[in-house]
Every structure is written in structure tokens, then in C-alpha cells.
């Protein structure tokens, strides 16, 4: 049977002493207005809160942005640049003409003469500057000088080993050399004037050195030519011996000035005197 609606009763109201239907309940309702706030709550089990994700910051992205932003203004601000740059109106440079210098009135001072500019002498004829040959004396026609000139395979092939020496020459850029040679009696000189280009090292300096360390011996007598620095004479007491030739005694000298090597090599039946070796440097130098 049908009730009545009660009068002052909403519609949709369910009598008293009967349940609501679950689809029909209200959240609000169910909850009593007392409710105790979410901090009373019962905490999580152990379990549980190692269970809940947690959120991590992004490391670097920050960093990125502020040097993308350092490149692009930097790439801004020499756009920039350029752009007003370019519509300037280019700068005038100063003309490349400079003030005229004024010269001293008079005449130019002469060249040097040969006495005081060495290089005037040494870069002439060579052979101007060698010894003359003594009165009596005759030219040696055994000399490999040709019209008083030795070229580079001459003056090697003056060595004891022309292979090992030539290429030597060639590094200490060896430039000509100028010689004389005469007899006389039983006695003979040759002179030799070595020049050196010298544009890399003191060539001249070096091949007298070496001179010096292979003249030297114990069967000698050694003594310092006047007005050089280094420049040497050797007399040897010991003969050298060869089959039908007289015993010969020789004598070396070398020593050096500016580019050029001073060779003197003496040879004689009988044993060479210091005053006679060393005269000869002496006057040999003095011409330099």
C-alpha cells in the first residue's frame, strides 16, 4: 500500500528509520561535522612512505640557460657592432709621404781608401797580396795553382783525403784561393791566401784552428807569429824520407785575418830556422 506523503517532508526524503540508498548519499552528509583535522590523521607505516615517489630537481638546466643567453649576446652585440660600423664613413689614413729630409751642403766624404778598409784589398785580386818571389828564385813547376788561382777541387785535392775534406769546403762556404811557390837552392815556399764567404760562421777562424791541431807534433819546434792572435810556425827536426829524394825537413805556418786563412809550407834539405819561417809570416801578414 501507498503512504501519504507527510506534509513538510521534502521529496526524495526516505522515512524515518530507513537507511538511504549508497547510490544516494551524500559525502557531506556522511561526515560527521566534528571531523578531526588531516594532522590527526594516523601517520603511514614504514612501508607505505618508502613506497610515495619523490620528485627530483633537474641539475644543469639553469646553467644552460645562462650560456645560451651569454652567446646570444654576445652574438647580438657584435651584429651590432658591425652594423654600426658599417654605416660610418670609413676613416681617412695619413698620407705615406714623409717631410723631406734636408741634406748637408758640401761634398760627400771620399771612399776609404785600400790602407784603411781591409775589405777593398781582400776583395780584390788576392794575388796582389801575396809575397813576391825572391830575386834568383824560380817559379815551381810543380804548384797545381793555375795562373796563381786554386779553385775548390784543386785546393781539396791538396789534402791527404780530398773525399772527406771537399764537402767540408763546401759547408764553410769556401770561396777561392790565391797562391805562390818558387824554389830556390835548395830550399821551397809556397803561400797560400784561403777566403771564406763567411755568411753563415767565422769559417776562416775555424779551418786555422784545425790547422793548428794537426801541425802540432812532439818532433817540432812551435813559436807565435808576431802581430796575430793566434798564428803559429812549426819547424819539424825530424826528416821526411823518400826513395831517390834527398831527406827534406819541412816547416808550416798558419794564422788568420778577417775572412781569409794564411798557409806557408816550407821544405828544405837542411832543418828550417825560426827566423827564416817566421819572416815570412810576418811579411805575408803585414800585406793583409
Known amino acids: 500500500m501507498e503512504q501519504p506523503e507527510r506534509p513538510g517532508?521534502?521529496?526524495?526524503?526516505?522515512?524515518?528509520?530507513?537507511?538511504?540508498?549508497?547510490?544516494?548519499a551524500s559525502p557531506e552528509a556522511a561526515e560527521p561535522e566534528s571531523a578531526a583535522p588531516e594532522a590527526a590523521a594516523p601517520a603511514a607505516t614504514a612501508p607505505e612512505a618508502a613506497a610515495a615517489p619523490v620528485r627530483t630537481r633537474r641539475r644543469g638546466r639553469t646553467t644552460l640557460l645562462i650560456a645560451g643567453a651569454a652567446v646570444l649576446g654576445l652574438v647580438a652585440g657584435t651584429c651590432t657592432?658591425?652594423?654600426?660600423?658599417?654605416?660610418?664613413?670609413?676613416?681617412?689614413?695619413?698620407?705615406?709621404?714623409?717631410p723631406k729630409l734636408k741634406q748637408s751642403k758640401g761634398e760627400a766624404p771620399e771612399p776609404l781608401s785600400a790602407a784603411r778598409?781591409?775589405?777593398?784589398?781582400?776583395?780584390?785580386?788576392?794575388?796582389?797580396?801575396?809575397?813576391k818571389k825572391p830575386?834568383?828564385?824560380?817559379?815551381?813547376?810543380?804548384s797545381s795553382a793555375d795562373d796563381g788561382w786554386m779553385d775548390l777541387a784543386s785546393y781539396a785535392e791538396t789534402f791527404s783525403d780530398p773525399k772527406d775534406i771537399f764537402p767540408e769546403l763546401v759547408g764553410n762556404e769556401f770561396r777561392r784561393a790565391a797562391v805562390v811557390a818558387w824554389e830556390q837552392g835548395q830550399t821551397a815556399v809556397e803561400i797560400r791566401l784561403v777566403q771564406y764567404r763567411q755568411e753563415e760562421s767565422m769559417a776562416a777562424a775555424e779551418e786555422a784552428r784545425g790547422a793548428h791541431y794537426w801541425a802540432d807534433d812532439e818532433d817540432n819546434h812551435s813559436w807565435p807569429i808576431p802581430g796575430t792572435e793566434d798564428g803559429m810556425a812549426y819547424a819539424y827536426t825530424r826528416p821526411e824520407t823518400k826513395p831517390g829524394y834527398l831527406p827534406q825537413y819541412e816547416a808550416k805556418a798558419f794564422a788568420w785575418r778577417g775572412d781569409i786563412v794564411m798557409e806557408i809550407f816550407v821544405?828544405?834539405?837542411?832543418?828550417?830556422?825560426?827566423?827564416?819561417?817566421?819572416g815570412l809570416a810576418k811579411r805575408q801578414m803585414e800585406r793583409l
Open 9 to 24: 517532508e521534502p521529496e526524495g526524503m526516505a522515512p524515518p528509520g530507513t537507511a538511504p540508498a549508497p547510490e544516494t
Open 81 to 98: 657592432g658591425y652594423l654600426v660600423q658599417a654605416d660610418r664613413e670609413p676613416t681617412k689614413l695619413p698620407p705615406l709621404s714623409q
Open 117 to 131: 778598409d781591409r775589405r777593398v784589398r781582400t776583395d780584390g785580386d788576392l794575388r796582389k797580396l801575396l809575397l
Open 135 to 142: 830575386r834568383g828564385a824560380k817559379e815551381a813547376d810543380w
Open 267 to 278: 821544405s828544405s834539405t837542411k832543418t828550417v830556422g825560426k827566423k827564416t819561417l817566421l
